[in-house]
Each structure stands twice: as structure tokens, then as C-alpha cells.
């Protein structure tokens, strides 16, 4: 590659700069959300809680990235209320004379929603059809289009997946393809998300993981606490963590701290409904699952689940967490106070109270809220302090309302309850709104203060999936994966997007794994997810072989097929363009390119799809 050597060098120069700033100040912003508080490092994640500014951090982010993309052409369009999340946030910016930034143009909110629904960009023909439609009611069609789509259900059911973190070697590969069909099934069908919780927490497997019947099961699997041996169970701290995780997943709040300590002279710096609590709350949650009997047997891919035991003991001797103290455990709810019928099974129980409570539609809409927006309306998105909630009932001084809207909050929760808690329907409302719809660049000042009212598009990194799914696109040289079917045993068709796994672990190459990995990829197992950029990544863009193998004129890559076509220099740079980053080329970006074809065709394609990979406007959705 005759040009590279000057290009890398361009290309390193902004990555350094912008990657050790990026970095840091991303990661510091996700960490209170990603990795939820432990008592063995008290001091350091309370800290870090009090500290930590998401609010800032993706404002700050979306202005430095905003600032160095390309100027597209402008949405002159007028900014139309067109459902309840408009009428809150315009109101609201009216009332308060904050300004908000224009819509995105067409190429900017097609590769947007492409990835946002279906974690994939657009192809050319796909962009350029959106474009050239002339249709007003377009962008809801196409949003339409994509939610029936399958990478749709490929997207947000890996999503899912790392959400509950759903890990095969935890378990056994045959219970995590069981539950990822039963899990995309049921985003397909778009079944009630009230529902698919209540099946995970109240399904059993009373002999075999291997049936179908008991695919829900695997996420009360995952939670299993191993003791002195592989066969024993401590009963009570699998409760525990059931319960830690199905609060911080399924309610937003995190019980962690009163697993092992009372709030009381703990807690008051970071959540006033925390103070009031005592680990005997927690442990009456706990005593749902008392009688549940989560037995793993990991070398062999089995596991039961049962409701034969004795009930919670917290006279237990054996535990991970602070020894217990004696005394009654009735089960009871946290939320309301609410304590279970003990003549009928306790998990349905819970199911229940934990589904109909406002704060799980709350707590539901502000998770799917930052997928969508990039900031939640509680961020980090697991940290919802319930004493805090109330406009009406607010705090006492100097603690505010935690919601930046409270309004629009249980607006959307209601929406989200009154139908039928379908998560396509979310989705769709979010999308549909104009207030999705903006442009993330910003005309005038933009100031930290409006941050909050959502007054542009936040920008985000992609994550290491769709960076993957996106090169693999981009230059059509696609992984093909090869997998099989762990329950049957046969063969199942090639994967071309690492979204179409169950799990991480689910496709085996090497080179693949070690790029996902290098962008932070979770492994549901030992660490989560790591978001921010970082020099390897810009390294890995760079040099790895993920990369410029797929760039080469060879094996019917996109420059392949573009050099041996009787296309133009021109047409051969709108289409690379179109490909990779999902717009056409500026100017001046096409006049030199173009020279660089004219000079050599193949290097000079090779050259261009390379760069163009290493652009900023390629690694952010914005």
C-alpha cells in the first residue's frame, strides 16, 4: 500500500489525541453502571459514584466528536411534536429558553437507526433507496421495517443476553442455546416484557436442562453459588444473588451494599432510600427463593431447579458474604412491604409484586432510554434511589430529584405498561420522536447545562459487535463462522455477524475473538462489558489483520469487486463511501482520493477503504 505509511501517521495523530482523552473519561463514566458496587471495594466504587459524571462526559464527548465530523448538508425540516416524549421535552426546553439542534439529515438518521435497531449499518442500495424516497412518513416506515426485521431480533436478543449476562460456561452450551432460542423467540413474537421476567423467575427444571421447556431457566442457573465442592450449594447466597441481580436488571436499584451491611452510616452519600434499609430486608427478598434448590453440575452441561428446600435460613453457616444473624425471615417484598402467602409457591409470588410494581416499567424504560439516546434519564441506569423519584415529594437539601425528567419518566412508563409492556412498541415510540431524530451537531454554544433536556443527538461509541458486523459489512469479506447445534448435535448454517451467536463463546476464532475482545467485548462471565476507546484499538484498526486483509483486491472483497468493475475513480469512491461510512464523499475528500485511483487503481482503492476505516465517523453512532 503505497500511500499508507503518511496516512497512518495522519491517522495515529488524531487517534493518540483523541483516544487518551476518550479513554479515560468514558470509562470513569461507565463505571459505576457496569460494574455494580462490592463491599470488598467500598470505599473506591462509593467514591467513584459521588464523583462520577455521565451527564458530563457524554456531553463533552458529543462536542469534541461533533466538532470533527464532516459537514453533510442540514435538515431545514421544522422540529414537529409528534408523540408524548416531544411534548415533554419541548415543553420543557421552551419553558427553560434552551435551544436544541436541528434534525438529522437522511444519511445521518439512516445509519443511525440502522444500528440502533438492528446493531448493523446500511448497505448502499439500502441508504440510497431512503435517500431518494421522497415519501414524508418515510423514517417511520423504515423504522417499522427494521423492528419486523430478524437482525433485529439478532441485535437486542444478544443485547439481552449481556444484559442478564448469559454465559455458557456457566452452565453448559446446551441450557444457553436452549434459552437464546426461547429469548429471540420471544423478542420476535414481541411477548409481553412483563412476561419474559416472569417466566425466567418462575419457570423450573426438574431433571434436564436439554428440554426446551425449561430454557427459561437458565438465568436462575447463571446466578448459582457454588460451595466447598462442585456439588454443593450455598441455598441462601444463590438467593442473595438472585436477588442483587433481578433488583439491578429488572428495577434499576442495587441491593449489593445491604447484602452485607445496614445503610445506616454507610450510605448517606449515595442513596437516601438505602439508609433506611437492613440487611434483614434484604434477606426477607432473599426468602422468595428459599426454597428454590438451583443444583449445577458443570462437566456434564446439567442442572435442576426446584422448589423442595427447607426455606431461607439465616442461621446458615456457610456463606461468601458476612456470617447472618438469627431470627425470622418471612418473604417480603422491599418495594411495598408486601409479605408472601406461604400455602402458595413464593417465586410467582415475587414475579408478581416485582412486575406490577411502577418502578419496573421505570426502571425498563430508562435501560431501553439510553440505548437510544446515549444518557439515561437516571444514569447509570442501575442506581435509581426510590427516595428521590417524586417532584412532588421532593428530597431534602442539598439531594435533588434524581431524574433529569421526572415527568417524562412515568409518562413513558405508563405508555410502556399500557401496551401491553411491548418493547417494540417502546422502541418504536423513541425512534419515532423528533427528539431521537436531531442532529447531534449543534449550531451556536452548546452549554453543560443542556445536557439534560436532550437538546441533541449524544453520540456513542460502537460497541465491539457492531465494529466487527460493520468492517465485515463495509468490505464484504464476512467471517462465515462455523457452528453446531449443542442440543442436536448437527451442523447449523455459517454465522456473518457475530450478533447471530447465542454468546460470546459460541463462535471459536481466534482472530476474530482477540479484536472483539481489544474493543471491550464482554464474556458475561469474568468481567462485563468495557466501554471508551483506547490506543490498541486505534492500533488494532490500524494493523490487525481483522482489517487489512479485508481491504485487499482479492477473494471478492468490496475493492475486488469495485477494481474489476467498469466503474469510474468517482464511482468507485461514492461507493466505498456509501459502504463504510454511510454518506457520500466531501469535495475535497473525493478529489483526492480520486488521484489516488487515478494514479493506481488497486493500491489506491485499498488505500482509501483502509482510511476510511480508521475515520472517526465510522467507530461513533451519531
Known amino acids: 500500500m503505497r500511500h499508507i505509511t503518511l496516512i497512518k501517521k495522519f491517522v495515529l495523530a488524531i487517534w493518540i489525541a483523541f483516544a487518551i482523552w476518550f479513554g479515560a473519561a468514558s470509562h470513569l463514566a461507565q463505571k459505576p453502571q457496569e460494574k455494580p458496587l462490592s463491599p470488598n471495594t467500598y470505599d473506591d466504587e462509593h467514591a467513584t459514584v459521588k464523583t462520577a459524571r455521565p451527564d458530563k462526559q457524554i456531553s463533552d464527548l458529543t462536542s469534541d466528536v461533533a466538532a470533527k465530523l464532516p459537514h453533510t448538508g442540514t435538515n431545514r425540516q421544522q422540529v414537529a411534536i409528534r408523540n408524548l416524549i416531544d411534548q415533554h421535552l419541548f415543553a420543557r426546553m421552551a419553558k427553560d429558553r434552551i435551544p436544541h439542534a436541528s434534525l438529522s439529515n437522511d444519511y445521518e438518521f439512516c445509519r443511525r437507526i440502522y444500528l440502533d435497531l438492528t446493531g448493523r449499518i446500511p448497505t448502499p442500495e439500502q441508504l440510497k433507496a431512503f435517500v431518494s424516497n421522497t415519501a414524508a412518513d418515510k423514517r417511520d416506515r423504515l423504522i417499522d421495517e427494521l423492528l419486523e426485521s430478524q437482525a433485529w431480533v439478532d441485535h437486542w436478543g444478544y443485547w439481552y443476553g449481556d444484559l442478564v449476562r448469559a454465559a455458557a460456561n456457566r452452565i453448559g452450551d446446551p441450557a444457553m442455546q436452549n434459552f437464546n432460542r426461547w429469548l429471540r423467540q420471544s423478542i420476535k413474537e414481541d411477548k409481553p416484557y412483563d412476561r419474559l421476567v416472569t417466566e425466567m423467575l418462575t419457570s423450573s427444571a426438574p431433571n434436564t436442562n436439554w428440554m426446551p421447556d425449561a430454557a427459561p431457566t437458565a438465568y436462575l442457573a447463571r446466578w448459582h453459588v457454588t460451595g466447598a465442592s462442585m456439588y454443593d450449594n450455598m441455598y441462601e447466597d444463590t438467593a442473595d444473588e438472585t436477588i442483587v441481580q433481578s433488583a439491578r ?303 485487499l483486491a482479492e477473494g471478492g472483497s468490496l475493492v475486488d469487486q469495485l477494481v474489476k468493475s467498469a466503474k469510474t475513480s468517482g464511482e468507485i469512491v461514492d461507493e466505498l463511501y456509501l459502504a463504510t461510512l454511510s454518506r457520500n464523499p466531501l469535495a475535497q475528500e473525493k478529489q483526492l482520493a480520486v488521484s489516488w485511483l487515478d494514479r493506481d487503481r488497486k493500491q489506491g482503492a485499498e488505500d482509501l477503504h483502509w482510511s476510511l476505516l480508521n475515520k472517526l465517523d465510522f467507530v461513533f453512532n451519531y
Open 249 to 551: 436488571i429488572f428495577l434499576g436499584t442495587n441491593y449489593q451494599c445491604i447484602s452485607c451491611h445496614v445503610g445506616k452510616g454507610f450510605l448517606e452519600k449515595v442513596s437516601l432510600d438505602l439508609v433506611s434499609k437492613k440487611r434483614s430486608d434484604f434477606w426477607k427478598m432473599g426468602a422468595f427463593f428459599g426454597k428454590t434448590r438451583v443444583r449445577v453440575i458443570t462437566y456434564q452441561d446439567r442442572y435442576t431447579i426446584t422448589d423442595d428446600g427447607t426455606g431461607y435460613d439465616s442461621k446458615a453457616d456457610s456463606s461468601v458474604r458476612l456470617p447472618r444473624e438469627g431470627g425470622e425471615v418471612h418473604p417480603t417484598f422491599i418495594l411495598t412491604g408486601e409479605k408472601a402467602d406461604l400455602n402458595k409457591p413464593l417465586r410467582p409470588q415475587f414475579a408478581r409484586m416485582l412486575t406490577n410494581h411502577p418502578q419496573f416499567a421505570r426502571a425498563t424504560v430508562n435501560l431501553i432510554w439510553k440505548q437510544f439516546f446515549g444518557l439515561g434519564i437516571v444514569d447509570p441506569v442501575d442506581s435509581f434511589d426510590l427516595a428521590r423519584q417524586d417532584p412532588k415529594n421532593p428530597p431534602p437539601a442539598p439531594w435533588t430529584v434524581q431524574p433529569t425528567n421526572p415527568e417524562l419518566l412515568a409518562a413513558l412508563a405508563g405508555d410502556f405498561a399500557g401496551h401491553r409492556f411491548s418493547l417494540k412498541h417502546l422502541m418504536r415510540t423513541m425512534a419515532r420522536s423528533s427528539a431521537y431524530q436531531l442532529s447531534s451537531r449543534f449550531d451556536g454554544e452548546w452549554k453543560e447545562s443542556y445536557t439534560p433536556y436532550f437538546a441533541r443527538h449524544y453520540v456513542k461509541l460502537l460497541t465491539a459487535e457492531q465494529v466487527h458486523d460493520a468492517i465485515s459489512q463495509a468490505t464484504q469479506v464476512f467471517g462465515n463462522y462455523k457452528r453446531k447445534d449443542r442440543v442436536y448435535g448437527s451442523p447449523l448454517a455459517p454465522m456473518r455477524f457475530w450478533t447471530e451467536a447465542g454468546t460470546p463463546e459460541d463462535i471459536g476464532n481466534r482472530e476474530a475473538k482477540n479484536f472483539l475482545h481489544t474493543f471491550g467485548q464482554s464474556n458475561r462471565e469474568q468481567f462485563d462489558r468495557q466501554s471508551g476507546g483506547s490506543i490498541l484499538q486505534a492500533m488494532m484498526l490500524m494493523n490487525d489483520g481483522f482489517v487489512t486483509k479485508r481491504v
